[in-house]
């Protein structure tokens, strides 16, 4: 994976985006990659055909306005291990809960064994966004806004540490959409995602910072340039940010795209969305808003976090990278 994450920083106007490592993961390579049969010349930065497919995690850091602000908080600090984690370790008595995460995502039995025989490949290298951000010319408690594109444990889980408030002086921002789903009173099942990350449900994580948790019901401005937009399906609250200034833009796009092969080709999905039509449907509508090239856009899941730009050519769409 990238060494030097935060040269991928991202100029836009006169505003800069640094992407803020936390570390990285690998799951088995979809299968679904090879019945749809695309080019993955351009994706060997983590599909590299090893088996593998290579996610990374982070967030990214934007100063504007007198505010600090920090869009997405990665998957914290390590939770009963030492920040290496392999899914074969899980408790097998929590087992059947990873097998039920499938079966929810609509998938058959056969999909759900081959998923359970992968976990040893499902390994997770994280907890370096404090260093990142140290690095980076940012103390913690200079952070005053984290912006959660949604409440999945990769991108929330620095908003506490030992139960404490990480950032003691922030403001952490959610949709109330999401607020409601994973911190309400009848919040989802998430074992599953236990196994697979080793780390407690979100409710549990985000307890000792609620007081802290701002909600937003509609399209808002955080800071100066800073604007969020409700891109639901992955989650009911998922949401990307807009960076703007002096005329141009840059999209922080959450899990409504995890890679560049969900904008090249739109059979392509991990299935890890709630609400799958929904999803599919937000995403398209997100690629032709950008597949003109105009705007730079990238993912805490891309690799080494780098923008790039979706481009049309002869009919076909392909992503650069810078």
Not at 61 to 70: A, H, K, Y
Not at 183 to 201: A, H, I, Q, R
Request: aromatic fraction near 8%.
């Amino acid at each position: 994976m990238d060494a030097d994450i935060a040269a991928n920083a991202l100029k836009v106007g006169d505003l800069t985006i640094t992407p803020i490592d936390d570390g990285w993961f690998t799951i088995p390579e979809p299968p679904q990659i090879k019945a749809i049969d695309p080019d993955l010349e351009p994706h060997r930065a983590y599909i590299p055909g090893d088996g593998l497919f290579y996610t990374q995690l982070g967030g990214f850091l934007v100063r504007t306005g007198g505010r600090v602000v920090l869009l997405d908080a990665g998957l914290g600090p390590p939770c009963g291990h030492c920040g290496d984690y392999c899914a074969a370790d899980a408790d097998p008595a929590i087992l059947g809960a990873f097998d039920d995460m499938w079966r929810r995502f609509g998938r058959d039995e056969d999909f759900v064994a081959m998923r359970r025989r992968g976990l040893k490949d499902t390994v997770i290298h994280h907890g370096r966004l404090e260093a990142s951000l140290r690095a980076a010319g940012v103390a913690p408690e200079e952070v005053t806004d984290v912006v959660l594109s949604h409440l999945h444990c990769d991108h929330m889980g620095w908003v506490t540490r030992d139960d404490k408030p990480f950032f003691q002086h922030a403001d952490v921002w959610v949709h109330e959409a999401d607020a409601a789903h994973f911190l309400g009173d009848n919040p989802p099942d998430e074992t599953g995602t236990k196994v697979m990350f080793g780390v407690e449900p979100a409710g549990v994580r985000m307890a000792g910072a609620l007081g802290q948790i701002r909600t937003f019901d509609r399209d808002i401005t955080i800071a100066p340039g800073i604007d969020m937009r409700h891109a639901p399906g992955h989650t009911p609250g998922s949401a990307i940010a807009i960076v703007s200034s002096q005329g141009q833009r840059a999209m922080l796009l959450g899990d409504v795209i995890h890679c560049p092969l969900e904008m090249t080709n739109v059979e392509f999905s991990l299935m890890a969305d709630l609400d799958k039509d929904l999803a599919h449907r937000t995403k398209l509508n997100l690629i032709r808003e950008i597949e003109d090239g105009a705007v730079h856009v990238a993912s805490p899941h891309f690799p080494g976090m780098k923008f790039g730009r979706l481009m049309q050519a002869q009919g076909k769409r392909y992503f650069t990278y810078g």
